[in-house]
């Protein structure tokens, strides 16, 4: 994988979120919610950016460009995630986030942190929790590396079937909204390596695959396949 170094950015003086924590300004001082449609921008890599955006409805992506032209998928991002969390600290987008189909986003403000951060509902414990959230998801990301084909599929496959559950969806049968192209490159695989990986999980009886509709027929299946440890990264020992 080709290593990417983001543009660096200079820190934010004067923003509108420290004013905020002063002025205490809250998200319909800062605009109302916004729509995006399919293969629209919500801003690219560069673009200014003055606060978060509460994801709504829909499905985004957010990319960065190699020195090729190629994309690098950094992540996908569906109802209930926080997207450009950077503007509490930088004028400038980190990455580009695109809509995969159409979209709702809410702006979010930063108000004092003491005062809302045991409100769940509150743009502040939002915020929180979306950074914690995206350390996890790069620890997930780091670990990754170390899987096999199947092992990251099925590891995100879970994932996102979790996501499903938290949003009152059916857990194991969802409609996935990336091209296969965009999960491949993040899952940092070849397109056609993917293709097999979902055919082996589809021959082993754990999955039922129809273009872009799955079906997890076997949940207990696919942990199995996450959790177990290829053969080559087994202590090898000497035989006596």
Known sequence: MIAISPRPV?????????????????????????????????HRAGDPIDH????????????????????????????????????????????????LDTCNVRPLSMDDPAADFEDPESDTRKII????????????RLQMISDSTEQRLARYLLEFSEVQRRRGLKPCEFRLPMRRRDLALYLN?????????????????LLAVDNY????????????????????????????
């Not at 979120?17 to 629209?40: K, P, Y």
């Not at 079906?215 to 000497?238: N, S």
């Open 10 to 42: 200079p820190a934010r003086s004067d923003t509108r979120f420290h004013r905020q924590r002063d002025g205490r300004c809250r998200t319909s001082d800062i605009g109302g919610a916004r729509i995006v449609r399919r293969e629209q921008h919500l």
């Open 189 to 205: 695989l070849a397109t056609e390596t993917l293709s097999r990986a979902f055919t082996r999980l589809r021959n082993r009886g």
């Open 52 to 99: 978060p955006w509460l994801v709504v409805a829909g499905t985004f992506k957010s990319y960065l460009l190699k020195t090729d032209g190629d994309e690098q998928v950094l992540d996908f991002h569906t109802p209930g995630d926080i997207i450009g969390v950077e503007a509490m600290v930088q004028e400038n987008a980190q990455c580009s986030i695109v809509a």
């Open 213 to 240: 509709e799955i079906r997890i027929l076997d949940a207990e299946g696919l942990r199995a396949v996450v959790e177990q440890r290829r053969a080559q990264d087994l202590p090898r020992f000497a035989s006596s």
């Open 129 to 140: 929790e979306a950074m914690y959230g995206e350390t996890m998801r790069l620890m997930q």
